[in-house]
Structures are given as structure tokens and as C-alpha cells.
């Protein structure tokens, strides 16, 4: 389907509208460091892992505050990329739908200037789950008042393309694609 057959269109935000200028390892240092501070240990050293395990733990707050904190940062010091413009000129109802907090989302649409072209922000905290499960971007389509067979999902990732599959709607990839987060 043509891009303006749709009825609305949802991005994906890091590596998709803006670069988050993020260490995710060092992200992934701090994250540990909660587990070590509570004397838990980790269900492995990896961020995502480690963010899905801290509802069991007991670390929920702690660990979305450590990861948010990064993301903040990492917001106002972005790079805008090509995808940016493109939601400027589509003139669709549009969203994003990320796995970074809502608040890092919402920092960088501001900085960029992107926020007023932006409908819906759903991030990892806004609903009770986050992508890959498809709540979040069901949740992003919804808000624009749009159905999931007429949206479509621009991201730049395996789990963005998975999340689609699992909401029903249609999947464009930036660029060439890649299998990260």
C-alpha cells in the first residue's frame, strides 16, 4: 500500500527519527549496579533482560529511573535524522512508538522541533507492557484514531518489525534494517 493509502503513521524514535546519544553499555553498568546493591542477582548482563527481570526483583522504580536518567541525557544531545523530515512532510496523523521512555521520546521531539507533527508518544512506561508486545504500538494507532490495518509502523529494528506482525499493522523499514532493539 502507498504510504498515502494509510491513515496514519507511527515511528519508531532511536535509530529511526533521532540518534540517542546513549552508552547502552553503560547503561546496562548501572542497571547491574542496582542488582548488586539489592544483593540480586541479574537474570543476565543484558539491559533488556535486566529491565523484563526487575518487576520479579523487586527493582522495577530503581531500574527505570537508572535507564531513564541515560535516556534523558541522551535526548537533548540527539542527532536528528532523514526519517525526521519525512514525518514533517507525510502531513499524517503520526505517533511514535519506542522502547525508550516516554519522557527521553518527548525531550528529544522537542529539541529537534518534531513535537509539533507528533499526535501520540507512547513509550516503554506509558503502558503496562513495551515492545515487542504489541500494546504499546496498538496503543499509539488508537490514539490517532486510526485502525491497525490502515497504519503503518516505520522502525529500524527486528523487535520494531516483530512488534508490527504481533499488532497486525504493516512494517516499513528505515533503510536497510538491522536486527537490534
Known sequence: MAVTEYDAVVYDLDGTLVD???DWN??????????DRSNVAPPSDGLWDMLEGAADAGLAD??????AAHEHDGART????AHADELLERRLPAGVCSLNCERACRIALDEHALAPAVDAVVGRDTVGTWKPDPEPLLA???RLDAEPERALFVGDSARD????????IDFEYVGEGSAGV
Not at 26 to 35: I, N, P, S
Not at 161 to 168: I, L, V, Y
Open 161 to 168: 518489525e516483530r512488534t508490527a506482525e504481533r499488532a497486525g
Open 62 to 67: 530503581e531500574v527505570e529511573s537508572a535507564i
Open 78 to 81: 540527539s542527532a536528528r535524522l
Open 140 to 142: 499509539a494507532v488508537c
Open 20 to 22: 540517542l546519544d546513549v
Open 26 to 35: 553503560a547503561v546496562a553498568a548501572d542497571v547491574r549496579a542496582v542488582y
